[in-house]
């Protein structure tokens, strides 16, 4: 079965400060790992995805995340957080079975002016 | 414009109503999808419609019911509505199954 796990339900991080929210999941071979984030009252938006490649992702908003297979995670980082950056970030492997993605409850993240 | 518009935005309602939730996305995508998602913000998929064939059905109580007119639409009909039922309900829109989702921006749903 599938599964993905957030460890944190919320971080707190310094403006200016680097970030990590982290991820493990749960597949049955080789996975495809998606970030998602929610800004409150919104609908969820497309961060990154990692389908195969290079271990390390580059996404939207200045993002990235990195694949580790023996660890199985994939946690999303941030060199230097903004204010703005201040949602609710979801990790989601994409369930082979059903074709379709898996959420959890998600991460919220706190950027502290 | 909007590519996945949800309406309405809030629903407010009694309990034992029937209510629905239209959907409809502009991208030209295949599958459309229902989410819920609870008060602890846990996001669970309930339905999933490829070009308007029903592909994944979660345990969902049977007064819950998925409509698909065609690819670009996809409703979501509430028979008998419960307390338990209030919860922010989205919908998604992708290319193929399993592809990347685009969300509309949900439809918040409270039963009193």
């Known amino acids: 079965a599938q599964s993905v796990a957030q460890p944190e339900d919320q971080v707190n991080v310094a403006e200016g400060n680097p970030l990590t929210v982290k991820c493990t999941y749960s597949?049955?071979?080789?996975?495809?790992l998606f970030w998602y984030v929610q800004y409150p009252n919104r609908g969820l938006q497309f961060l990154l995805k990692?389908?195969?490649?290079?271990?390390l992702v580059k996404g939207s908003y200045g993002f990235e995340a990195e694949f580790n297979k023996s660890q199985t995670s994939f946690h999303l980082k941030k060199p230097s957080a903004l204010v703005s950056d201040s949602a609710l970030y979801f990790c989601a492997p994409l369930d082979m079975g059903r074709r379709a993605l898996t959420f959890g409850s998600g991460t919220r993240l706190q950027v502290q002016p | 414009d909007t590519a996945v518009s949800q309406t309405p935005k809030y629903l407010v309602t009694q309990m034992g109503n029937d209510k629905s939730i239209k959907c409809e996305q502009n991208l030209g995508h295949d599958t459309m999808y229902w989410y819920k998602q609870d008060s602890k913000k846990f996001l669970k998929i309930m339905f999933s419609y490829n070009n308007k064939e029903l592909i994944i059905n979660e345990t969902v109580p049977n007064r819950f019911s998925p409509k698909s007119p065609d690819k670009a639409h996809l409703n979501l009909h509430i028979n008998s509505l419960e307390l338990g039922d209030s919860a922010v309900y989205f919908c998604a829109s992708s290319q193929a199954e399993g592809g990347e989702l685009f969300f509309g921006e949900g439809s918040r749903l409270t039963v009193l």
């Open positions: 990692y389908i195969t490649g290079d271990n």
């Open positions: 597949v049955s071979g080789n996975p495809y």
